[in-house]
C-alpha cells in the first residue's frame, strides 16, 4: 500500500514532492492527454463529396484528428461590414473561440467607400445579399488563410441552407472571382 501512497495526488501536493508545481503539471499533462483523444464537434457541414473518400472505405464519419482543409469551424456573425467581409466569433475549439474579421474565398464584392454612385448601389444590394445569407443560420468557416491584408482571416463559409457563400454571391451577381490580383473597377 505504501507504493499506492507516493502515486496519489496527496503526495504530489506535498513540500517534498515539489508541491503545487507537481499538482499543477499532472493536471496538465490529463488535460493535455484528454484534448488530443477527444474529438470536438467541428466538422458539421462537410458535404458527401468532401467525405467520399472515408464513405468510400466504409467508414461513415471523416476523421477529424489528421490534418484536413475541410474542417469547418462553427461561426457567430457579428455584423457584416460589406458584400464579402463579417466580423465573427468563431468557435475553434470547446470553450475557445476567436473573433476576428472573414473575408470570403475567391470573390469580390463592391466597395461601400465607392468611386462612384453605380458601385454604391451595387455594394449597398451586396452587403444586404451576405446578411440575407448569413441570416439563415448555421455558419461556419473552412479552408481557412491568413487574408493578404492582414487582420483577417480569408475563408470558405457557409450555412444551413448554402454550401457556398461565395459562389451565391457570385451566381447572384453581386460579386465577380477574385484571384488576389488588382481588382477591377465598379464603376
Known amino acids: 500500500m505504501a507504493f499506492a501512497h507516493h502515486l496519489s495526488f496527496a503526495s504530489f501536493g506535498s513540500r517534498q514532492r515539489g508541491g503545487l508545481v507537481a499538482v499543477v503539471a499532472v ?12 474529438r470536438p464537434p467541428i466538422m458539421r457541414h462537410l458535404t458527401r463529396a468532401d467525405a467520399a ?23 457567430d456573425v457579428l455584423r457584416t461590414i460589406d458584400g464579402d467581409t ?8 470547446p470553450g475557445l473561440e476567436v473573433s476576428t474579421k ?18 454604391l448601389a451595387k455594394a449597398q444590394a451586396a452587403r444586404a445579399a451576405l446578411e440575407t445569407m448569413l441570416a439563415a443560420g448555421g455558419v461556419t468557416v473552412s479552408q481557412v488563410g491568413i487574408d493578404k491584408y492582414g487582420g483577417r482571416i480569408d475563408a470558405r463559409v457557409a450555412t444551413h441552407d448554402i454550401a457556398d457563400v461565395s459562389a451565391a454571391l457570385l451566381n447572384g451577381g453581386f460579386a465577380r472571382s477574385y484571384d488576389g490580383g488588382r481588382r477591377g473597377s465598379w464603376c
Not at 59 to 74: E, I
Not at 87 to 93: E, G, I, K, L, N
Not at 102 to 119: K, M, S, W, Y
Request: charged share 20%; glycine share 4%.
Open 53 to 75: 473518400p472515408a464513405l468510400a472505405q466504409g467508414r461513415d464519419r471523416v476523421p477529424v484528428s489528421s490534418p484536413n482543409p475541410q474542417l469547418a469551424y462553427p461561426v
Open 102 to 119: 472573414v473575408r470570403l474565398r475567391n470573390i469580390d464584392a463592391p466597395e461601400l467607400h465607392a468611386r462612384c454612385a453605380d458601385e
Open 86 to 93: 463579417f466580423d465573427a466569433r468563431v468557435r475553434v475549439w
Open 27 to 38: 493536471v496538465f499533462a490529463i488535460g493535455f492527454v484528454a484534448g488530443a483523444t477527444l
